[in-house]
RNA sequence: GCCGCGGUGGUGAAAUGGCAGACACAGGGGACUUAAAAUCCCCAGGCCGCAAGGCCGUGCGGGUUCGAGUCCCGCCCGCGGCACCA
C-alpha cells in the first residue's frame, strides 16, 4: 500500500456522519414542514414551514435502477451508474432544484430461496442480512440519497401495494372502444352471456389479468415457469436451464393490450437508440393481411397471416403449425399416422432443440387441400414446425418463389414455385427473391396486380379481398401476454382464492383490500411439493380458507415489485395509498420538460424485462387515472460494462472482480467515485484500471495540497504515524486538528488568468454535466488544479468555486476544504450542498490576442499571433506574410484566402 | 441472416466540418533523498534527419469541401440485440 495522499480514512467517515445527523438530502414533498435549520429550506426560503406545491422549486428527479441485493455484495459495476446520477443530484441541487434521489432493494428473488432450501434458513433473514451489507457500502461511497424513503420488495408494508396494483389490473379490462384499461365493472355482456356462470366466464376471459390452460416455458432445473423475456436461445435468463414447453394453467398479464401504446410512446421518451430498437423489435409489429382459405371438400377454413398479400397467386401450398388446432380434422385417413408421429416428434423438442435444428425444414402432409382463393387452384396442406403456433394464426400460406423458408421446404418436398414477382434488377434470379418488385403472373377474371409495384399491390389485394370477405388487412405482433406467475416461495402471493361455484366449476376470487398485505406462510421446508405443486402448497393452515376456499399457491415474479417502485418513493411511509395523489403529480408531472422520472440510470440487461413491465404497469395506472404520466421514464441512459483488468467480463472463475471494499479501503470513496467516471463514457464497455484509480487519487492529493499547509500536513503526517491505527472520532478529529490551510490562501483579488483559468473549469464542468460527461468534466477539473498548483498566491475567490465544481464528484474533500478555507477566512460556513452553483462570465474568457492557424492548400504551415478584433483583411494579410507559410505560398498564385474569424486562415494556392 | 452501436498513440480516451491525440495511465530522462517511496520538472503518434525541418497518420477504398476523425457511397472488422415471427 503507497502512502496516503490525503487523510480520506479520516474525512469521509465524519462527512457521512455528518449528512445523516443533518439529512442534508432529504428531499421535500408539498406540504412537508421543512426544519429551520435545514440548508435546502434557508436556500429557498422555506426554513420553519410547510411548502406547498407552488412554493417549492422545480423538480428533478434522479432514480437508479435499484439492486438486488446479493449475499456477493456490491460489485464495481454498481457504483458506476450510481455516482453518476450521485453527481447530477448533486449538480441539480446546487442549481437550485428540488431533488429526489432515492434508493431501495429488489430484493424477492431466487438466490435467497435456494439458499432457503438448502440451510433452512428463511429466505427474509438472508434477504436482511445482505441488504445491510448493501446499505453499508453502498453508504461508504458517499451517496445523496434520500435514505428516509428507503423501499425493500419484500417489506409486506411494500408488497401489500403490489398486491393492491395486481387487484387493480385483475379488476380491469382493455376497451378497444376507448383504447385504454377501464374498471371490470364497465364491460358490457353479449346477449347469449346469460347465467351468472357464462358472465363470469366471459368477464375472466376479458380481465387484464387472467388465467391460462396453455404451453408455457417449464424450466425443470429451475422448478418454475418464465416469461418469453427471461428465456434466451431456449435457455433460462439466471443460470442458463434448458426450458421446455409445457401446458400448464398459469397467470398471465394482457401486455399484448398494450403493444401499439407501447411501440408508439417510444417516440416520446428520450432513450438510446439501440434501447428503443430492441423494444420494437420485442414488441414486433408488422402490418399484413389475414386470408381465409376454404379447405376443398370440407366445410372448415384456414385463416392465414402474411405480411405478403401481393404473393397470394403464388401461394402453391399452406402449412399448419403441428398444434393448430384444425390438424386432426383435415388430416385424411392415409396420413393420420404419419401426421401423429410427426406433432409427437414436434412436441418432444425442447425450445433449444427447435432452434438448434432450425436450419433443417422437416414435415408432413395431411392429406388435405385447399383452394387458392384468387388461382382457385388446390394446394396441398402440410404440418411442420418452422410454423408457429403462437404468431399470427398458426397457419400460413407457403410462397416459395419469395419466401426463403417456403423456398427451402418446398424444395426439400418437391412443392411447385410459381414466380409472382419480377425483381427489379432483371439480372436477379426470381427464385428466392424475397424483396420488392412488381407483380407478375398475378391475375383473375376480376382483378390484375400485373406490372403493379409490391406496396400498392399490397393494398389492392387487400382491399379486394376485404371486398369479396375473404380476408382483412391485420397488424401482428410478436409480444405475447406476460406470464405472471411462478412456482416460488419468496414472491408476492397472489390475493386471489379459487372457490366451486354452484355449478362445481373452479373459480378464482379476489381478496379484499382489506385482506392486505397477504403474507405468505411460514415453512420449515421451501422445495415443491412431492406431486409438483408450488412450496406454498406445503401450508395446509394457509392453504385451506374456513369457508372451504384454497388460496392461489403460485407467487408473482421478481418483476412485480420493480414495476412500480419509483412511484413508491415518492409517498414511501403512505400508509393509505400506493402514493398520494398530489405527491405523485408534483414529482411525475410539475417542472413542464420532463415529465416522469428525469433521468434514469441503469444497466441494459432489463431492455426487455424490467423497462417493458414497468411501462406496461405505468399505463394501465395512467388509464386507470392513478399516474398523472403515460411514461415513467422519461430520459435513460444505459452504463456501460465495466470489464476485468484483462479486458475479460469479470467473474469468479476468471478471478478478475475488483471489490468495491478493497479500493474503497486502499483510495477512499471520492478517488473511487471519481475513477469510476474518469475512465470513459459512461454509455461505454470499458476495462478497469487500478493505475488509472492512482491517477485520479494523485489528483485528489493535488487538490489537497492546493488548500494545506505543508508544514502542518508533516505535523499531521508525525501525528498520525504516533497514533497508529485508532479511528475513533474523537481520534480522528484531533488528528485533523493539526491540518492548517495554506498561508497563500488569502482574500484577495484574482489575477485575470486566475479568473479565466477558473471560468474556463466552471464553462465546461456545467457544459459536461449537462451531457453527462464526467469523464471529461475531470480532466477540465485537472487542468486547473495543474494550472492553480504554479500560483504563488491562491486568492479565495477562486478556490472556493471550485470547491463548489469539485463537490458533485468528490463531495467528502469538497466538504472538508470548504469548511476549512471558510474558517481559515473566519467567515460562517455555508451549505457546501446547497450554495449556488457558480455562475459562468464569458467575459473573463475574451483574450486580447490569439493564436490562429495558418494552412496552406489544408495543411498547417504556421501559426500567427493576431488582435482579437482584426479584420478578416489584416488577418489575410499578416497570413500570406507568415514567415513558415512562405515557402508554400512563393512562386504560386495564390486563389484564394478563407478566413474563419477567430478559428483559422487557409490560402488555397496553385 | 436482420437490426443497433462502434473502430483514433503502448493503454483508457479528447476533439460545434477548422492546429488530431486534451486529460490520465504505462514508459523514458532529470531534481530532491545515504537509498527508496512520495512529490516536483521535462520528453513522448510513426518514419527520415545532427538539427532546422519535412513526409505520413483517426479500420480499408472512393467522394463532397478551401479544409474530413467528423458529412456521403461501397467494403472489412469488433461488440450488443433478435433470430424459422410468415
Known amino acids: 500500500m503507497s502512502r496516503r495522499q490525503y487523510p480520506f480514512h479520516l474525512i469521509e467517515p465524519r462527512w457521512q456522519r455528518h449528512w445523516a445527523a443533518e439529512q442534508t438530502f432529504r428531499a421535500w414533498n408539498p406540504g412537508d414542514s421543512i426544519p429551520e435549520s435545514h440548508p435546502f429550506g434557508l436556500r429557498h426560503g422555506l426554513a420553519g414551514r410547510a411548502a406547498a406545491a407552488s412554493d417549492l422549486p422545480p423538480k428533478f428527479y434522479i432514480l437508479d435502477m435499484f439492486p438486488y441485493p446479493s449475499g456477493a455484495g456490491l460489485h464495481v459495476g454498481h457504483p458506476e451508474g450510481y455516482t453518476a446520477t450521485d453527481i447530477l443530484a448533486r449538480y441539480r441541487r446546487a442549481q437550485g432544484f428540488n431533488v429526489l434521489h432515492p434508493m431501495g432493494w429488489d430484493s424477492f428473488g431466487l438466490p435467497a430461496e435456494q439458499y432457503a432450501v438448502k440451510t433452512g434458513q428463511h429466505p427474509r433473514i438472508t434477504t436482511e442480512t445482505n441488504i445491510a451489507n448493501f446499505t453499508r457500502q453502498i453508504q461508504s461511497l458517499g451517496f445523496s440519497y434520500d435514505w428516509s424513503r428507503e423501499v425493500a420488495t419484500t417489506d409486506p408494508e411494500y408488497f401489500r401495494w ?4 395486481f387487484l387493480k389490473i385483475y379488476n380491469s379490462w382493455f376497451n378497444p372502444a376507448t383504447n385504454k384499461a377501464e374498471p371490470i365493472d364497465t364491460l358490457t355482456y353479449p346477449a347469449d352471456c346469460q347465467t351468472d356462470a357464462q358472465r363470469r366466464a366471459y368477464r375472466d376471459s376479458k380481465r387484464l389479468a387472467y388465467v391460462s ?7 425443470p432445473e429451475l422448478g418454475t415457469v418464465l416469461a418469453n423475456e427471461e428465456v434466451i436461445d431456449g435457455k433460462s435468463e439466471v443460470g442458463g436451464f434448458p426450458v421446455i414447453r409445457k401446458p400448464m394453467r398459469q397467470w398471465m398479464l394482457r401486455i399484448t393490450a398494450y403493444a401499439e401504446k407501447l411501440l408508439a410512446d417510444l417516440n416520446t421518451i428520450e432513450w438510446s437508440d439501440s434501447l428503443k430498437e430492441m423494444q420494437r423489435n ?55 399416422a404419419a401426421v401423429k408421429q410427426y406433432q409427437e416428434f ?26 387458392n382463393p384468387v388461382t382457385g387452384g388446390r394446394i396441398p396442406i402440410w404440418i411442420a414446425d418452422y410454423v408457429l403456433a403462437t404468431y399470427g394464426t398458426g397457419a400460413i400460406m407457403a410462397v416459395p418463389a419469395h419466401d426463403e423458408r417456403d423456398f427451402e421446404f418446398a424444395q426439400k418436398f418437391q412443392l411447385p414455385v410459381v414466380q409472382v414477382v419480377q425483381p427489379p434488377d432483371t439480372k436477379t434470379e426470381w427464385q428466392g427473391f424475397c424483396d420488392e418488385g412488381t407483380a407478375v403472373n398475378s391475375s383473375n377474371a376480376e382483378i390484375s396486380l400485373d406490372g403493379v409495384p409490391t406496396a400498392e399491390a399490397k393494398r389492392r389485394i387487400t382491399a379486394w379481398l376485404e371486398s369479396k370477405g375473404l380476408g382483412q388487412k391485420t397488424v401482428n405482433f410478436k409480444l405475447r401476454d406476460w406470464l405472471f406467475s411462478r412456482q416460488r416461495y419468496w414472491g408476492e402471493p397472489f390475493p386471489i382464492v379459487w372457490r366451486k361455484d354452484a355449478e362445481g366449476t373452479l373459480c378464482h376470487e379476489a381478496l379484499p383490500e382489506t385482506a392486505l ?93 424490467h423497462l417493458l413491465y414497468a411501462r406496461f404497469w405505468h399505463k394501465i395506472l395512467f388509464d386507470l387515472g392513478q399516474v398523472s404520466t403515460a411514461e415513467p421514464f422519461f430520459k435513460l441512459v444505459n452504463q456501460g460494462l465495466i470489464l476485468g483488468e484483462d479486458g475479460q467480463k469479470m467473474s469468479k472463475s476468471r478471478g478478475n472482480v475488483v471489490n468495491p471494499d478493497d479500493v474503497l479501503a486502499e483510495y477512499g470513496a471520492d478517488a473511487f467515485r471519481l475513477y469510476e467516471m474518469f475512465m470513459g463514457p459512461l454509455q461505454d464497455t470499458k476495462p478497469w484500471n487500478t493505475q488509472g484509480v492512482e491517477g485520479v487519487y494523485r489528483f485528489l492529493g493535488r487538490v489537497w495540497r492546493l488548500f494545506v499547509d505543508e508544514k502542518a500536513e508533516t505535523d499531521y503526517e508525525q501525528a498520525s504515524t504516533v497514533a497508529g491505527g485508532t479511528d475513533s472520532a474523537a481520534e480522528a478529529a484531533r488528528l485533523l486538528d493539526l491540518i492548517r490551510l495554506s498561508p497563500l490562501i488569502r482574500d484577495e483579488a484574482p489575477t485575470p488568468a486566475q479568473l479565466k483559468l477558473l471560468h474556463e473549469c466552471i464553462r465546461k464542468v456545467g457544459h459536461d454535466l449537462e451531457h453527462l460527461q464526467f469523464n471529461t468534466a475531470i480532466s477540465a477539473m485537472m487542468v486547473f488544479i495543474n494550472g492553480a498548483m504554479t500560483w504563488e498566491n491562491r486568492p479565495s475567490a477562486v ?56 494552412q496552406v492548400n489544408g495543411k498547417l504551415r504556421d501559426v500567427i499571433r493576431m488582435p482579437v478584433g482584426a479584420s478578416a483583411a489584416e488577418i489575410e494579410a499578416a497570413a500570406l506574410k507568415a514567415e513558415k507559410a512562405q515557402a508554400f505560398i512563393v512562386g504560386k498564385t495564390v486563389k484564394k484566402v478563407i478566413v474563419v474569424p477567430r478559428k483559422m486562415v487557409n490560402v488555397v494556392v496553385a
Not at 390452460?213 to 424450466?219: G, K, L, R, S
Open 162 to 165: 403490489t398486491q393492491w396494483i
Open 213 to 219: 390452460e396453455a404451453p408455457v416455458n417449464w424450466c
Open 282 to 336: 420485442w414488441i414486433g409489429r408488422s402490418e399484413g393481411a389475414e386470408v381465409d382459405f376454404q379447405v376443398d371438400s370440407h366445410a372448415e377454413k384456414i385463416r392465414v397471416f402474411t405480411t405478403r398479400p401481393d404473393t397470394l397467386f403464388g401461394a402453391t401450398y399452406m402449412v399448419l403449425s403441428p398444434e393448430h388446432r384444425l390438424v386432426s380434422t383435415l388430416t385424411t385417413p392415409a396420413q393420420t
Open 346 to 371: 414436434a412436441a418432444t423438442k425442447s425450445d433449444l432443440e427447435r432452434t438448434e435444428l432450425a436450419k433443417d425444414k422437416t414435415g408432413v402432409w395431411t392429406g388435405a387441400y385447399a383452394l
Open 517 to 609: 398485505p397477504l403474507l405468505p406462510p411460514t415453512l420449515e421446508d421451501y422445495k415443491p411439493t412431492a406431486d409438483g405443486q408450488p412450496p406454498l402448497a406445503r401450508a395446509q393452515d394457509w392453504l385451506n380458507l374456513p369457508d372451504g376456499s384454497v388460496r392461489e399457491t403460485n407467487t408473482m415474479p421478481q418483476w412485480a415489485g420493480s414495476c412500480w417502485y419509483y412511484l413508491r418513493y415518492l409517498d414511501a411511509q403512505n400508509s393509505q395509498g400506493f402514493v398520494g395523489r398530489e405527491v405523485e403529480s408534483y414529482w411525475m408531472k410539475s417542472g413542464g420538460k420532463t415529465p416522469g422520472v428525469d433521468l434514469y440510470v441503469g444497466g441494459t440487461e432489463h431492455a426487455v424485462l
Open 799 to 854: 478556490l472556493r468555486p471550485f470547491l463548489q465544481l469539485l463537490a458533485p464528484f468528490a463531495p467528502h474533500l469538497a466538504e472538508e476544504l470548504w469548511q476549512r478555507l471558510h474558517q481559515h477566512l473566519g467567515t460562517p460556513v455555508p451549505s457546501l450542498t446547497y450554495a449556488p452553483w457558480p455562475a459562468f462570465d464569458p467575459a473573463l474568457l475574451v483574450e486580447t490576442d490569439m493564436e490562429l492557424p495558418v
